[in-house]
């Protein structure tokens, strides 16, 4: 255990939880400002919306009109948007009724071919989509826009998807809180005062508010999971390499970097993960069997509720600890066999899960956004003075990785070994037909000027990019606070299917996805 790392945690948690709590008591519970969601057409999912433009019970200009006009409701108060093409949406909706309206069009093979035909989408800002905002969300790179779409973008494009605005994420992607110095800070639309996530949070915030179908974002250690979980919605982190990383800024030829960082989709309903999934995956050159039904009484399950108690690490809240149980109890009525992890997972578990990350060649590169060389302790002094051009989070964030955390080589080697050792006991156990349950995060969501301090505790979440294994965040209900709580559903690597067949199950028996603000659905 690396002591010098896990001490300076246990010291920032000292201070850090009594000031939160400080905070909580002077800034109350705003009163929700989200317009309520007044149209059912908001309470479908793309599967059934993109069936019902097929079958022309109604069109793609009405859907996407509406989703411009919810974003437009919700932005004022998220700041969720950095760049729209809503125009251009319109064209391209009234396009796709046009086809439909010649008859021209083959129903069968439209479904097939064209499955998100005349559905809107929106895509996070580190993922290109020509001409849109395409900056990292760094001064340096202020004003600068996509010039070709990337890989999914063109996927989803040829799967007939029309694509609405861009949205907000840290700087360069590199911390969980969704802020920067180019457009600001994306609120959580269920609490203000609390983060949207990162680095996927402005995906994450639309979708909760009811205002996205779809969304996509990117997770190196959690960035679409974390945001999911924060924003009441279904994210899901595909199995290593089986996406397209090409068009998302940053991007690095290090293999580590490569092997961590994975593109997938946010969504409200468990159903559009799996849709979004064969379109994305269809040139990956895997067999994942997306298209077979899995049977849940064939299914093996694990569950752990929570790490040890370990130095520097906060325990799980008693609220998300109850998910995990109710999710592995839900599986017990058919009859599965539920047990908790047979797995012993180290004291040293987050170091194992840090080891990859670590392991980059040049992570301070990633401060470098305008080819000049930047010293991250250097523009920590001027961000202090408010003179620096990047975040003093940024720059905590690349400090931290220039000294790799305080791990020698040794220390790397050593924890690496240790976790090809559990990530094959981990393979061997799920297997083809077994899925593990397990908490996303330690609590509901955290308060924007904490998160650098929560590092450590996104330990749930990196440890499977490190694996490589897919993971999915699954919606299971609000806590008392009105904060979205949930669970992650992990399967071993090519078995993303299991993953998403558990989500859609888990969805019918705890109803997935609540609204933040009161639902006033009128029949139109």
């Not at 709590?21 to 800034?27: P, S």
């Not at 849940?296 to 008693?318: F, H, I, M, W």
């Not at 047990?339 to 401060?367: Q, R």
């Not at 996303?440 to 904490?450: D, M, Y």
């Amino acid at each position: 255990m690396m002591f010098k790392l896990r001490l300076l945690f246990a010291v920032m948690n000292v201070i850090y939880l009594p000031l939160e709590w400080i905070v909580l008591l002077i800034y109350k519970k705003p009163r929700c400002s989200l317009t309520p969601i007044t149209k059912s057409l908001f309470t479908l999912s793309a599967t059934t919306i993109a069936k019902k433009i097929r079958e022309k019970e109604i069109t793609s200009y009405e859907v996407v009109n509406e989703y411009i006009e919810r974003i437009k409701e919700v932005n004022s108060s998220l700041n969720a948007v950095v760049d729209n093409r809503f125009e251009n949406a319109i064209i391209e909706a009234k396009k796709c009724d046009e086809q439909l309206r010649s008859g021209k069009l083959d129903l069968e093979k439209l479904k097939k071919e064209k499955p998100l035909y005349g559905v809107p989408c929106t895509m996070k800002e580190s993922i290109g989509v020509k001409g849109c905002s395409h900056t990292g969300c760094t001064l340096s790179r202020k004003g600068v826009k996509a010039t070709d779409d990337a890989v999914v973008v063109k996927l989803l494009r040829d799967a007939g998807a029309i694509l609405l605005c861009i949205t907000n994420t840290p700087e360069m992607c590199i911390c969980f809180e969704t802020t920067n110095l180019v457009y600001g800070h994306t609120k959580n639309p269920y609490d203000a005062r609390y983060s949207a996530g990162g680095s996927s949070g402005g995906e994450g915030a639309l979708l909760g508010a009811g205002a996205s179908l779809i969304g996509f974002g990117s997770d190196l250690g959690g960035s679409i999971r974390v945001p999911a979980l924060y924003n009441g919605v279904f994210g899901h982190k595909p199995t290593s390499g089986i996406v397209s990383n090409t068009g998302h800024y940053p991007l690095s030829d290090d293999k580590c970097f490569q092997s961590l960082l994975c593109l997938g989709p946010l969504a409200r309903y468990a159903e559009d993960l799996s849709l979004v999934m064969r379109v994305i995956t269809s040139q990956c050159g895997c067999n994942l069997r997306l298209d077979v039904p899995v049977d849940v009484n064939e299914l093996k399950v694990y569950y752990l509720q929570s790490l040890d108690r370990s130095l520097g690490v906060l325990p799980v809240t008693a609220e998300i600890k109850n998910c995990v149980q109710q999710a592995a109890n839900h599986f017990m009525k058919y009859g599965v066999s539920v047990e908790k992890l047979p797995i012993k997972l180290p004291a040293e578990i987050c170091e194992i899960a840090l080891t990859k990350i670590i392991s980059m060649e040049n992570p301070v590169s990633l401060l470098n956004a305008d080819n000049t060389k930047k010293d991250p302790l250097y523009e920590l002094g001027k961000g202090l003075l408010g003179l620096s051009e990047n975040m003093k989070e940024t720059c905590i964030m690349m400090l931290a990785f220039k000294h790799n955390l305080f791990f020698s080589k040794s220390d790397i080697s050593k924890y690496a070994k240790q976790g090809e050792s559990i990530r094959q006991k981990l393979v061997n156990l799920l297997g083809e037909n077994g899925v593990f349950i397990y908490p996303t995060f330690h609590r509901s969501a955290v308060l924007p000027k904490f998160s650098i301090c929560e590092i450590m505790n996104h330990v749930y979440t990196y440890l499977f990019n490190t694996f490589g294994f897919p993971a999915t965040h699954v919606p299971m209900g609000l806590n008392r606070d009105g904060l979205p709580i949930g669970v992650q559903v992990i399967a071993a690597p090519y078995q993303d299917r299991l993953c998403l067949a558990v989500a859609k199950e888990l969805e019918t028996a705890f109803g997935g996805w609540i609204p933040p603000s009161p639902l006033a659905i009128k029949n139109n």
